[in-house]
């Protein structure tokens, strides 16, 4: 895979604050990339500075073969072949829905244009609704108002900045499908933000974690997911439970719940470290004697949800099917699946 975008040692601050540090990332050809972090670790201010709606204090940035922010360039945004679509979609309420589209086709003849606001309104299913106006539309239907403007004058890269935070949750997902099959069938890359890990693993191909500025780390979902570098991406990637550990071989972890067995080697030097579990890893085991204590239950339709507390900490734990249920205040022990751990030594 080609790379579209570079960023390079990136830098921007506000003040004395470093909201952005020197931070590095690469996007491939027809890519979908998510920028995924918590609020205020730099996300919107890298999308600004890959748009050149801000220029970084340092760094460089590439489009293609085309350098478009260095310490002696910067492109301004009108020229950077950049499609941008917004958290509120900013749309013209004045306009329809056709001249919405158009407005970033006025380079093109009449012609050009009706062809193509013509053929983006067909990609997005909404030629019936090209006279309405925004406020006639559902989110949805704004939404994809937005992805077709965005599209209409085909841009190299398309910024989307927490494009489904203001969608109903019953058919965000589905609204995530269609706009990622647009995009993909309209060949362009694409860079995502959101702080909703289950946006990320829906919409992108990659994701790159942000931390204080920085990304921790870039991959595909399941990499991050299964093997995370750091406990920052961990973290953030899902709950889990640390367990104090001793490494016996590359594949044997000693817990004060047994013996851990991993289904791929850890490598490494360093043999006191701590075990990241996720919940789906563990098994409640009804032990009065044991160390985990039921604090709640709740009932979600195919299983049950524990809240359980484990030495000093807390994790919620899914049950199917369970052949025994537990009470609040029940003394439990766990058992831990075989599984690819996550060794943490620092």
């Known amino acids: 895979m080609s790379a579209q975008l570079h960023l390079e040692n990136i830098s921007f601050n506000y003040g004395e604050r470093a909201v952005v540090n020197e931070l590095s990332l690469h996007l491939g050809d027809n890519e979908i990339l998510c920028l995924l ?6 996300k919107t201010t890298t999308l600004k500075a890959i748009a050149g709606l801000l220029r970084p204090h340092s760094g460089v940035i590439r489009l293609g073969n085309k350098t478009v922010c260095d310490s002696n360039n910067f492109v301004a945004p009108q ?4 499609g941008m679509m917004f958290q509120d979609y900013a749309l013209f309420p004045h306009l329809n829905v056709a001249q919405n589209i158009a407005f970033g086709l006025q380079g093109m003849s009449k012609q050009a244009q009706s062809e193509r606001v013509k053929e ?8 019936e609704f090209a006279g309405r106006y925004p406020h006639q539309l559902s989110g949805g239907q704004q ?9 209409a004058y085909k841009p190299s890269l398309l910024l989307l900045d927490e494009p489904f935070s203001n969608i109903d949750h019953q058919v965000r997902y589905q609204l ?5 099959h647009i995009i993909k069938d309209q060949q362009v890359s694409a860079i995502f933000v959101t702080h909703s890990k289950e946006e990320a693993f829906a919409f992108a191909d990659t994701l790159a974690v942000m931390h204080k500025g920085q990304i921790a780390q870039q991959g595909t979902p399941q990499e991050l997911f299964h093997h995370p ?11 889990g439970l640390y367990l104090d550990a001793q490494k016996q071989d590359d594949y044997h972890f ?13 490598a490494g030097e360093q043999s006191t ?6 919940p789906h890893e563990l098994r409640l085991v009804a032990d009065d004697n044991g160390p985990v204590t039921v604090i709640s239950k709740r009932f979600v339709g195919t299983e049950y949800v524990y809240r359980v507390r484990v030495f000093d900490q807390e994790i919620e734990v899914p049950v199917s099917q369970p052949e025994q249920e537990f009470l609040p205040t029940q003394r439990l022990s766990i058992t831990i699946t075989s599984h690819s751990v996550n060794f943490f030594t620092n």
């Open 176 to 180: 995530i499908a269609d706009i990622r």
């Open 79 to 82: 020229h950077r072949n950049i």
């Open 229 to 239: 570098r750091s406990r920052v991406v961990a973290e953030f990637l899902g709950e």
């Open 120 to 127: 983006m309104l067909a990609l997005v299913h909404l030629e």
């Open 273 to 278: 470290g701590q075990l990241y579990v996720r």
């Open 254 to 266: 000693e817990t004060p719940f047994g013996v851990v067995k991993s289904q791929l080697a850890i």
């Open 143 to 151: 939404q994809r108002v937005a992805i077709a403007r965005a599209l």
């Open 37 to 42: 972090g918590a609020s205020g670790c730099g």
